[in-house]
Antibody, heavy 117, light 108 residues
Framework: QVQLQESGPGLVKPSETLSLTCPVSGASISDYYWSWIRQPPGKGLDWIGY???????NYNPSLRGRVTISLDTSKNQFSLTLSSVTAADTAVYYCAKVIVAGNIDTWGQGTLVTVSS | SYVVTQPPSVSVAPGKTARITCGGS??????VHWYQQKPGQAPVLVIS???DRPSGIYERFSGSNSGDTATLTISRVEAGDEADYYC???????????FGGGSKLTVL
């Protein structure tokens, strides 16, 4: 059974870079697609992007230019960086296993990241 | 990008049937997936590919998809079904997942 757990700072200052990591257990990171999704407080789900083990990525156009998803096969984990953050980037961030052109079948528990000085 | 629309709220009495819709242009030509999210928890996939139930999901949950509307149906609603429900499709042109705005199911 695949298990995911987001980790990273819960507070980031405006204009700085948000960085989160998602270690994967129960599966090889090379076997699936992996994604990040976020949810602002009290609001709906917002797709960030996905990555495959070969480095193939795709991002939500609304975030392109600020977002990078990468992976580390030696540590069986993948990561999210989001630069130049503002208060609008305050959200619960979820890492997830995705079926491209399909659904998100496994979610991490989520981690709240607040952007504030 | 593709847009899907959900009613913000749906109310139903216990034991009755709840229907939550997800509207989009020719959504019947896409695969629709549904997630249940309870307060403080991550979403859980309850229906995939229009009407497939993942392992562990009650038979009371079902889905349909035709024309411009997909529907999540919850039969014999229980208090424990109270949650936010999100539909999701894939926008194949820009290769991203698209979520509906979510529907809050209230059990009266």
């Amino acid at each position: 059974q695949v298990q995911l757990q987001e980790s990273g700072p819960g507070l980031v200052k405006p204009s700085e870079t948000l960085s989160l990591t998602c270690p994967v257990s129960g599966a090889s990171i090379s076997d699936y697609y992996w994604s990040w999704i976020r949810q602002p407080p009290g609001k709906g789900l917002d797709w960030i992007g996905y990555i495959f083990y070969n480095g193939n990525t795709n991002y939500n156009p609304s975030l392109r230019g600020r977002v990078t998803i990468s992976l580390d096969t030696s540590k069986n984990q993948f990561s999210l960086t989001l630069s130049s953050v503002t208060a609008a980037d305050t959200a619960v961030y979820y890492c997830a296993k995705v079926i491209v052109a399909g659904n998100i079948d496994t979610w991490g528990q989520g981690t709240l990241v607040t952007v504030s000085s | 990008s593709y847009v899907v629309t959900q009613p913000p709220s749906v109310s139903v009495a216990p034991g009755k049937t709840a229907r939550i819709t997800c509207g989009g242009s020719n959504i019947g030509g896409k695969s629709v997936h549904w997630y249940q999210q309870k307060p403080g928890q991550a979403p859980v996939l309850v229906i995939s590919y229009d009407n497939d139930r993942p392992s562990g999901i009650y038979e009371r949950f079902s889905g349909s998809n035709s024309g411009d509307t997909a529907t999540l149906t919850i039969s014999r609603v229980e208090a424990g079904d109270e949650a936010d429900y999100y539909c999701q499709v894939w926008d194949s042109y820009i290769d991203i997942a698209i979520f509906g705005g979510g529907s809050k199911l209230t059990v009266l």
